[in-house]
């Protein structure tokens, strides 16, 4: 299929619509670029909304890390090969609050432990997960762990995987002063959806009617917890309502995946992203590329057929990994999909994944991955650089384990930033 | 401890009166003599109960002969280490054997296959599904082997169809186009859980007793007699003694280790079957490889799905086996060079057992595991160089076999106990008990849309199992033992058999399981590590493709979200590193320059 000669070429291309492509597109909107991106958009509905930066080091002695930045630090002393060793902590820095920043300014801001430490969050596993920045929705629930406060914990009939009794009881030697109460929630029955639950108290009604129903269970309990479920747009009103209504703290609790904390994020990201300038071609990916004279890029995009075709100074491939599609495994070995760019893997697929789940080491698959040189450009395994234009960022990159490590947020958004960097360096 | 054995022993069928006639928990006492296998200082000190027979080892053997000796009129306890099938009972593929696959190696086994096919079909027809089997060769297989086939056969008492190649692709499309012979045998397949669950049920509704998660822990042997059997509680660490007049050993592969206990010696070969098991239902029929016994020749229909199988590979010991990378890949070779679509379909689950096999005096060492005799072994160890009058082995065989081994098995206990009353099994119907209906697949789901229920949520949505079911298992469960744990109820229904592993149920199933007051404090948290973790034994072999995204995705909310790896202590020494961590790049790179 012939392009004509006269499409515009934009400046950058980003492919992928996860937490590292949202990233990516913003920090490429705020540096000027012209921008298009294209992804399902369900990724990010898999985020837990959690900002994870750097949670545990070192990974094989399951260590929990109260303060990221000195992690970070010894991290990149003992893992030079990880994607944050690329960077300075500086501009690991810089990311986070321009991230962070521009949720504020979209209404949904996100709250920091004051000492720039992690904070503990509770999960419905009634487990503690360290963690970088919650939601605001959340920050009176770390508060009143840290304090040990008396809370009451709201779960609903019909809403499975969520238990305020589990949560509690698996946590009572930790925060003894924790009270349950099951609900119906109003005017919903049946099974419960918390996207549904969380657009529904965007009405000032069902506040009203949630409020009361909770309000003969309060007692001496400081603050109230309910599932993620406070509102999907309006989540400041929620909470503030809800406050007021019930005359103590509201904090909300994750819960299973995929949850509205991801789901808000999604939602601002495609409301703000085009204001700023940003094409995103919505439910649809990059079938293939074509590479064209002087590094640039030629895209199909569309679903199985081809719909459009774009062209682009360069590319950011923030395509994800197994779940995203950014790579993909057969029996015989891994492959990225679009680039077929080389994969650093375990020499024989006996060696992809431990026999326990839990191996304290983490699965070697989970380092596996695209490398990149500092600029964050796709690198063979003798370092050399295979597209001048083309960059990786996020969760593909190779010699990290975001899952065990707990920095996926902040792999995603570090990297972003640093590949758009450079991508504006090339483009410029 | 009164109390806890009452919940041990609780049954609807029995008056609270003959529990406590028939535990007799008579006394505490110190003992003085030798207890071998319990290293303490302090000897035994706690209660005991009695029976007549004690039967170690809770898989078809052990339930089926429960079942045969309460239909003489005794009575059994059964005790198992683990659950209902956890060893080779529950890891093989589940096929009621024609008895063709043995004409050329063992013949005798062959025969009782197939004598034992015919019977169970008339005796427990709901666990069994009579779909009829293939033998297959492709071109390249041993001519002379498929030229002797039949009259092999019908020296064993199987008389084989041949089917034209034509035709046997027509009644199996998925077959390869070089086919280049067939045979059409009587095989069928077997719901190995359901046959346990039943039997057992049937044995309890007699008065016998199953002890779940009881370890056997030591033997106290005195003048040539077991005097005690000590056993130690695995959910409470309590130990208690059994005092039993005739004690079985049907630990399957747990043989050599029980009569180890009472000083005696079985020499036990050890040989690993895997199995792996398809999202589709590839064939109506079994479909066996027309050629000698090898890896990989066997495709099993089971409900909605295909079971592929099978591997022969010695291990040392029967504990902490898995399937293993070389296998899965083996197999799915092997089987797609009968039916080709099994080179590209998705995989759910592999997984392995162990077959017993006798090692006295035969001179396998060495050899090919797959010409020792399938036959099972019957050891009165009255006779034993070793002598102990009340102590019998039951051991090796098929699953095919299960009935006739319980059947012999209960024939010498009841000699010994100068019993006449005579075997009814080989006549009377198994019943159809409502506890074990939930493994068949697709039951769950047609009861859920039949009751239509907007209340009755579905818990694991892959298999469609929702709240009242496990509502239901619970209290089958609490029947036998003090608490109903996610395990338990994996193994008793299809919850996180689905493609989704058990990402979101198993969450989901903890959750319920607290509302209704069946976990407290942080036991949950362990029990959703062992749940994935007996799931990922599963799975972990099997990950490439579509699987493997959803492998992602359960780490990135069990470990990622939940922290579950965080304070997990590895219980079976599997932390230490076990693969190869040498990495290397894709080859295929190169056409984007």
């Known amino acids: 299929m012939a392009t004509p000669s006269n499409v515009k070429k934009h400046d950058v291309m980003i492919i992928g619509t996860g937490m590292t492509g949202m990233a990516a597109a913003l920090f490429a909107a705020q540096q000027r670029l012209d921008t298009v991106q294209a992804g399902i958009t369900g990724e990010i509905n898999f985020a837990s909304g959690l900002l994870d930066l750097f949670g545990v080091h070192p990974v094989s002695r399951g260590c929990v890390l109260t303060d990221p930045w000195r992690g970070l630090a010894k991290l990149i002393q003992d893992e030079p090969l990880h994607p944050y060793a690329k960077l300075e902590i500086n501009t690991i820095r810089m990311a986070m609050r321009r991230f962070v920043d521009f949720l504020a300014k979209a209404d949904y801001p996100?709250?920091?432990?004051?000492?720039?430490?992690?904070?503990?969050?509770i999960t419905p596993a009634g487990t503690i997960k360290p963690t970088y920045g919650v939601p605001h929705t959340m920050q009176k629930g770390a508060q009143a762990l840290a304090l040990k406060q008396s809370c009451l914990l709201v779960d609903f009939k019909g809403l499975k995987g969520y238990s305020a009794r589990q949560i509690a009881l698996a946590l009572a030697h930790r925060w003894p002063n924790l009270k349950t109460v099951r609900l119906e929630f109003p005017d919903l029955s049946g099974e419960l959806y918390t996207e549904r639950m969380a657009r529904s108290l965007e009405e000032p009604q069902a506040r009203k009617k949630l409020a009361q129903a909770v309000l003969p269970h309060i007692e001496n309990a400081s603050a109230v917890g309910f599932p993620s479920i406070?509102?999907?747009?309006?989540?400041k009103d929620v909470l503030q309502d809800l406050e007021r209504l019930l005359g103590v703290n509201v904090f909300e609790i994750p819960t299973m995946l995929p949850t509205v904390t991801g789901l808000r994020l999604r939602e601002i990201f495609e409301q703000h992203l085009p204001a700023m300038g940003v094409q995103i071609n919505f439910q649809q990916r990059v079938l293939a590329c074509d590479h064209l004279p002087g590094g640039h890029f030629r895209l199909h995009i569309g679903n199985?057929?081809?719909?459009?075709?774009?062209?682009?100074k360069a590319v950011i491939l923030a395509s994800g990994r197994f779940l995203g599609k950014g790579l993909r495994a057969d029996r015989n070995g891994i492959h990225e999909t679009l680039f077929n760019l080389p994969v650093h893997q375990p020499s024989q697929r006996s060696g992809w994944h431990h026999k326990d789940l839990f191996h304290q080491a983490g699965h070697p698959i989970n380092r596996s991955g695209v490398q990149v040189d500092k600029y964050f450009r796709p690198a063979n395994c003798q370092g050399r650089v295979l597209h001048e234009h083309l960059f990786a960022a996020g969760s593909i990159l190779a010699h990290q384990d975001w899952i065990r490590q707990k920095c996926g947020s902040g792999l995603a958004i570090a990297t972003a930033y640093a590949a758009v960097k450079a991508c504006k360096n090339l483009v410029d | 401890m009164i109390l806890f054995f009452l919940n041990i022993c609780y049954s609807p069928k029995i008056s609270a009166y003959s529990v406590a006639k028939k535990i007799s928990i008579i006394r505490k006492y110190v003992s003085q003599v030798k207890i071998m296998g319990v290293h303490?200082?302090?000897?035994?000190?706690?209660?005991?109960?009695?029976?007549?027979?004690?039967?170690?080892?809770?898989?078809?053997?052990g339930?089926?002969?429960?079942?045969?000796?309460?239909?003489?009129?005794?009575?059994?306890?059964?005790?198992?280490?683990?659950?209902?099938?956890?060893?080779?009972?529950?890891?093989?593929?589940?096929?009621?054997?024609?008895?063709?696959?043995?004409?050329?190696?063992?013949?005798?086994?062959?025969?009782?296959?197939?004598a034992e096919n015919r019977l169970l079909k008339k005796l427990a027809p709901h666990c069994i599904e009579q779909t009829g089997g293939l033998f297959v060769a492709i071109a390249g297989d041993d001519e002379k082997y498929i030229a002797d086939f039949p009259d092999l056969c019908s020296k064993a008492g199987i008389e084989p169809q041949a089917v034209d190649v034509q035709d046997a692709r027509e009644m199996e499309p998925g077959l390869a186009d070089n086919i280049i012979a067939a045979y059409a045998v009587q095989d069928a397949t077997i719901d190995p859980f359901k046959l346990s669950l039943d039997n057992m049920a049937c044995a309890q509704q007699m008065g016998s007793r199953l002890l779940r998660y009881c370890r056997v822990a030591g033997m106290e042997v005195q003048n040539g007699r077991i005097n005690r059997v000590i056993v130690q509680d695995g959910l409470t660490g309590k130990s208690f003694s059994i005092q039993a007049k005739v004690v079985v050993n049907a630990s399957g592969a747990w043989v050599g280790q029980i009569a180890a206990l009472a000083g005696i010696k079985i020499e036990m070969l050890y040989s690993k079957g895997s199995l792996l098991v398809a999202q589709n239902r590839v064939s109506q029929r079994v479909i066996n490889r027309l050629r000698p016994a090898q890896d990989g020749d066997i495709i099993v229909p089971g409900g909605t799905v295909s079971i592929l199988g099978t591997t022969s590979e010695r291990v040392a010991c029967p504990d902490k086996i898995y399937p293993e990378v070389h296998?899965?890949?083996l197999i799915i070779d092997e089987a797609a060079a009968m039916m080709p679509v099994l080179a590209s379909t998705r995989y759910i689950r592999a997984y392995c057992g162990v077959r017993p096999l006798m090692g006295i005096g035969s001179g396998a060492a060495g050899k090919d595991d797959r010409s020792v005799s399938r036959g099972f072994t019957l050891i009165d160890h009255a006779k034993s160089p070793h002598r102990v009058e009340n102590f019998v082995t039951i051991t090796g065989g098929k699953l095919t076999t299960f009935r006739l081994m319980a059947e012999k098995t209960a024939n010498l206990v009841c000699r010994r106990l100068a019993i006449t009353a005579a075997g009814q099994t080989r006549t009377k119907l198994l019943p159809n008990t409502v506890d074990a209906r939930w493994t068949e697949p697709g039951l769950a789901p047609n009861m859920w849309i039949r009751k239509n229920d907007p209340n009755d949520i579905l818990l694991c949505e892959c298999e469609m199992v929702s709240q009242s079911v496990v509502e239901e298992l619970v209290n089958s469960i609490k029947k036998l033992n003090a608490r109903p744990g996610l395990k338990d109820i994996g193994l008793r229904s299809r919850i996180g058999k689905g493609p989704c592993q058990g990402t979101f149920?198993?969450?989901?199933?903890?959750?319920?399981?607290?509302?209704?007051?069946?976990?407290?404090?942080?036991?949950?948290?362990?029990?959703?590590?062992?749940?994935?973790?007996?799931?990922?034994?599963?799975q972990q072999p099997l990950l490439w493709d579509t699987p493997l995204a959803q492998a992602e995705l359960l780490e990135a909310m069990h470990c990622g979200l939940f922290g579950l790896e965080l304070g997990a202590n590895c219980t079976n020494g599997c932390n230490t590193s076990n693969i190869d961590q040498k990495f290397t790049l894709s080859r295929r790179h190169g056409n984007s320059k």
């Open chain 1, 304 to 312: 199985e057929k081809v719909n459009c075709h774009v062209l682009a």
């Open chain 2, 63 to 114: 339930t089926g002969l429960a079942r045969d000796l309460a239909l003489r009129g005794l009575d059994c306890v059964v005790v198992e280490k683990q659950d209902v099938n956890a060893g080779a009972s529950g890891g093989n593929h589940g096929l009621l054997h024609s008895g063709a696959r043995y004409i050329a190696s063992d013949p005798a086994a062959a025969l009782e296959c197939q």
């Open chain 2, 327 to 329: 296998e899965v890949d």
């Open chain 2, 505 to 538: 149920c198993s969450q989901r199933l903890a959750a319920y399981l607290y509302d209704r007051k069946h976990l407290d404090n942080h036991q949950g948290i362990e029990e959703l590590r062992e749940f994935l973790r007996e799931r990922w034994r599963g």
């Open chain 1, 110 to 121: 996100y709250s920091f432990h004051p000492d720039e430490k992690n904070l503990n969050v």
């Open chain 2, 40 to 61: 303490t200082k302090s000897l035994f000190q706690g209660d005991f109960m009695q029976t007549q027979v004690l039967i170690i080892g809770g898989g078809v053997t």
């Open chain 1, 230 to 235: 406070l509102g999907v747009y309006r989540t």
